[in-house]
């Protein structure tokens, strides 16, 4: 028996506008909050200015100092300018006269990645394990 007609109930309304304004700020949120990670192509060792000779490696030993110019002949070797073709001989015999050396390259700001990317080959190539890359050049 019943005693109270039976009614249907509505659907409680959902306001679809205050949905979206919270999707968009979460997505916001998520989108400013998450890091991006960008793998180098290139992995150098930095020289810091506090740098010290670590404890096994040898203090007295300089390391090859190879230096980056912007101008023609790029490369020069201390002091002495050496064109690309002896580049790779001057590292080759440098690590057959010490294999445990170490190469710094000094590359002037303004010189052409080609020619440093060159450089680092060639190290590669003469098998030196220590590089390390800094640059130079006139503060503007």
Do not use: C, H
Not at 117 to 134: C, D, P, T, Y
Request: aromatic share 6%.
């Amino acid at each position: 028996m019943k005693f109270y007609p039976r009614r249907r109930r509505a659907a409680p309304p959902i306001i679809i506008i205050s949905l979206i304004d919270v999707l968009i700020v979460m997505l916001t949120f998520l989108m400013v909050t998450t890091s991006y990670r960008s793998q180098p192509a290139v992995k150098l060792a930095l020289p810091d200015l506090g740098e010290k000779p670590k404890a096994g490696a040898a203090a007295d030993k300089p390391p090859l100092i190879v230096t980056i110019a912007k101008t023609d002949p790029p490369y020069y070797v201390g002091e002495r300018q050496v064109s690309e073709d002896k580049l790779g001989q001057e590292l080759r015999s440098a690590v057959a006269g010490d294999p445990g050396m170490s190469l710094v390259l000094s590359a002037d700001r303004e010189a052409s990645w080609e020619k440093v990317a060159k450089a680092l080959q060639m190290a590669r190539g003469a098998n030196i394990k220590s590089v390390k890359a800094f640059t130079k050049g006139t503060g503007k």
